[in-house]
């Protein structure tokens, strides 16, 4: 009985870590084209700033951008990236 347990255990761990794998692999692709179409650079460091660069390939352009996210509401950050782009 604790046997078939322990099978089931496992084989439902083993099924969690390939839909696991699977999410892993989505996440990771959606996040390349939305760096790809956006040309943002994020700078995960720099925490609890949000910074990074946007390239403009058009100009060859990079700009840098940083905002202190205790100092700035989630509005006004997001207006501010949107201007960026």
Do not use: C
């Not at 794998?21 to 943002?40: C, G």
């Not at 202190?68 to 989630?74: E, G, K, L, P």
């Amino acid at each position: 009985m604790i046997e078939a347990q322990l099978q089931e255990a496992q084989k439902a761990a083993q099924e969690a870590s390939s839909v696991m794998s699977a999410d892993e692999a989505v996440t990771k692709h959606q996040l390349s084209l939305y760096a790809h179409i956006t040309r943002v650079t994020w700078r995960s460091d720099q925490q609890p700033l949000v910074a990074g660069t946007v390239s403009d390939s058009s100009t060859g352009d990079i700009r840098l951008f940083s905002f202190d996210s205790a100092a700035t509401s989630r509005f006004e950050l997001v207006n501010a990236l949107w201007e960026l782009l």
